[in-house]
């Protein structure tokens, strides 16, 4: 599913996101910046050790905040860490979820990338519901994009056919409420 927002392309795919062949994808990260599981180990593994080096290097990154590094062995040429809330039902959860989006965002834009793919942040051992993940990354994405008419291109990459459909829904949601 693709749709245009102030010129710029907001497209969701299934897929993998360390085969995307965007300037950078987005890794939903650990405060420690550690390689671990689900798409945070998956990211970490097809990038190779250079990438565990320079999160090292970094050390540590703020809930809601981001980091950019090299993407080593990755199609990307960046990988963007944000660190998603551990959900734990408080509105907080929501205003720190749409940062990721916000703040990898702006990263990209600073550092005058086009093209930027994201996983479903936080919805994975961090436990964060799909559907309400779905709604506060959208809705912040598609914000950014008309204020800011960059990056051009933003993928959504959903890894399984359960959380496509849940982020298919909220986006004709949030388009037939605009």
Known sequence: MEVKINGCVLRLVKDDITK????????????????GGGV??????AAGDGLAKECREIGYCETGEAVITNGYNLPAKYVI??????????????????????????LAVKNN?????????????FGYPVEEAAKVALSTIVDFLEKHGKPSLVEMVLFSDRDFQAYKEALEEILSSN
């Not at 093209?115 to 994975?124: C, K, L, Q, R, V």
Request: include cysteine.
């Open 40 to 45: 945070c180990g998956a990211i970490h593994r």
């Open 81 to 106: 860490h944000t660190v998603g809330p551990v959900y734990s039902g408080s509105e907080k959860d929501a205003k720190l979820l749409s940062n990721c989006y916000e703040n990898s965002l702006k």
């Open 20 to 35: 995307r062949k965007v300037d950078a994808i987005v890794n939903a990260a650990n405060n420690q910046l550690l390689p």
């Open 113 to 125: 990338l086009n093209s930027i793919a994201f996983p479903s942040i936080s919805t994975g051992i």
